[in-house]
């Protein structure tokens, strides 16, 4: 499928807008999941023999812990490119109604049977803050980020669906100060499986949570509008971007999507999206 428009129905936006996430099941076949993983063992080919830097689970066994801008140089594949060409960009640009921008691009990774757990969070607010109303009703619709898994049985992301709209319960709260790893009121868990996809607003309380440490490969990559200038927790890429020849290769919405990254880049500190 290379989709040169999407249209999502009004059911859609009416779910991501009051409920702050959009899964699509088999969005994309098994012929693009299996690009996408093949794209990751070259990746991690080029990690053993020292020509790009990850950090492991178990080196010996192949098993990469989190992976981190995967379309700088030392990490970018084609296959990365291709799949966001084909499917994703298109989607995200329904999903926010306008041109979009580069952010983050990398890959949750688990196994081996290390736990892992991130504690509940809202990504760009601060919860119980005087301005957490403030900065979530701007960012209802301005960014989107996903999880893309490439192994089966992907149940690590917990949500609480609605809560990107409103300002943190007081029960939220207390798990937030008390307890943040442990339950929170109204969560559920996504269920995907490869070629599944979640779109989410990353001000949704959420976690991940993989207690026994099941292999786990997830795309999960964030975009922003196109006339939203680069955040601190984005920044830095500008360089990497700007190596000699590195977007000449790739396909024309990731290189748009990248150049409007440069392009919107700001000339003094970046803001802190939390502000
Ligand atoms: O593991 C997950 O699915 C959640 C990751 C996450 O919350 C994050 O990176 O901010």
């Known amino acids: 499928m290379n989709q040169a428009t999407v249209q999502l129905s009004q059911a859609q936006r009416k779910a991501y807008r009051e409920q702050g996430y959009l899964i699509f099941r088999a969005a994309y076949g098994t012929d693009r999941v299996q690009s996408l993983i093949d794209a990751v ?106 999880n893309a898994p490439l192994k089966p049985g992907d149940r690590f992301l917990q949500i609480v669906p609605g809560s990107h709209a409103r300002p943190s319960t007081q029960a939220e709260m207390a798990v937030y100060t008390d307890n943040p790893n442990g339950n929170m009121p109204g969560k559920i868990t996504v269920e995907l499986e490869p070629g599944d996809i979640v779109y989410y607003n990353a001000n949704l309380w959420h976690r991940g949570l ?15 509008r196109a006339d939203i200038p680069v955040w601190q ?3 830095g890429q500008h360089e990497a971007m700007l ?5 000449d290769d790739m396909p024309s919405r990731t290189r748009t999507c990248i150049q409007r990254y440069l392009d919107i880049y700001p000339e003094d500190t970046p803001l802190n999206a939390r502000d």
């Open 41 to 146: 063992e070259r990746l991690i080919d080029r990690a053993l023999a020292g020509e790009c830097e990850i950090r492991w689970i178990d080196r010996e066994r192949r098993l990469p812990n989190r992976i981190g801008h995967m379309l700088h140089p030392d990490k970018y594949d084609a296959a990365f490119a291709e799949w966001l060409d084909a499917d994703i960009i298109p989607t995200i640009e329904a999903i926010l109604e306008a041109p979009i921008r580069h952010s983050l691009f990398g890959m949750l990774a688990s196994g081996g049977g290390q736990h892992y757990s991130t504690p509940w969070h809202r990504d760009l607010c601060r919860p119980g803050d005087t301005n957490e109303e403030a900065v979530l009703h701007r960012e209802l619709v301005r960014h989107t980020q996903f």
């Open 210 to 224: 993989n207690p026994e440490g099941v292999l786990r490969w997830s795309v999960h990559t964030a975009f922003w």
């Open 233 to 235: 927790h984005e920044s």
């Open 243 to 247: 190596t000699p020849g590195h977007l």
